[in-house]
Antibody, heavy 117, light 111 residues
């Protein structure tokens, strides 16, 4: 089955860290560009980060640059998002998405991250 | 950087057609490179409906269609069905390090 499944969400205090994982199946993960996208409660979607198929090209939104780090393990068909120095405004559902032809053709169901004291 | 504006809500009766707009504004308007549309039911994975302004992936009902005029892209749902009740959002590729911007989202209600 072609799918992406996020895990690792939860409640964390401001200033804390959390690592999200995204497990891919049913397609050639090593050939795929993957993005993290988030949606804060009651807000629209926000692109967070991009990693190329080999992991050689990585981009971040200005709002997370310097705090978040994305990595890709093609041998394990997995993607990771290490989130440090978390802030209340990072509270959101985080989606793992596959990018192709200028859009996102496959999404996971998301992982909720809540940053609160 | 472009911003994409959508109406907050659109409603229609079963069998009717509705159209959701996605208007681009702001600096560096890129002419809507790779506009796409997504459907999102609560607690489910968002689903791609339209890519490259007008193209429909295999498996998406032909009731869903995309178009563009000037700085406004549109999603039309024909023959509205109860299962179409969901949130819909547009997305545009802006390139470089910013990558993508999303519309504010539109809640579709089937009366």
């Amino acid at each position: 089955q072609v799918q992406l499944v996020e895990s690792g969400g939860g409640l964390v205090k401001p200033g804390g860290s959390l690592r999200l994982s995204c497990a891919a199946s049913g397609f050639t993960f090593s050939d795929s560009y993957i993005n993290w996208i988030r949606q804060a409660p009651g807000k629209g979607l926000e692109w967070v980060s991009f990693i190329s198929s080999s992991g050689s090209d990585i981009y971040y939104a200005d709002s997370v640059k310097g705090r978040f780090s994305v990595s890709k393990d093609n041998a394990k068909n997995s993607l990771y998002l290490q989130m440090n120095s978390l802030r209340a405004e990072d509270t959101a559902v985080y989606y793992c998405t596959r990018e192709t032809l200028g859009c996102f053709d496959l999404w996971g169901r998301g992982a909720l991250v809540t940053v609160s004291s | 950087q472009p911003a994409l504006t959508q109406p907050a809500s659109v409603s229609g009766s079963p069998g009717q057609s509705i159209t959701i707009s996605c208007t681009e504004s702001g600096s560096d308007v890129g002419g809507y490179k790779y506009v796409s549309w997504f459907q999102h039911h609560p607690d489910k994975a968002p689903k791609l409906l339209i890519y490259d302004v007008t193209n429909r992936p295999s498996g998406v009902a032909n009731r869903f269609s995309g178009s563009k005029s000037g700085n406004t892209a549109s999603l039309t749902i024909s023959g509205l069905q109860s299962e179409d009740e969901a949130d819909y959002f547009c997305c545009s590729y802006v390139g470089s390090s910013t990558r993508y911007v999303f519309g504010s989202g539109t809640k579709v209600t089937v009366l």
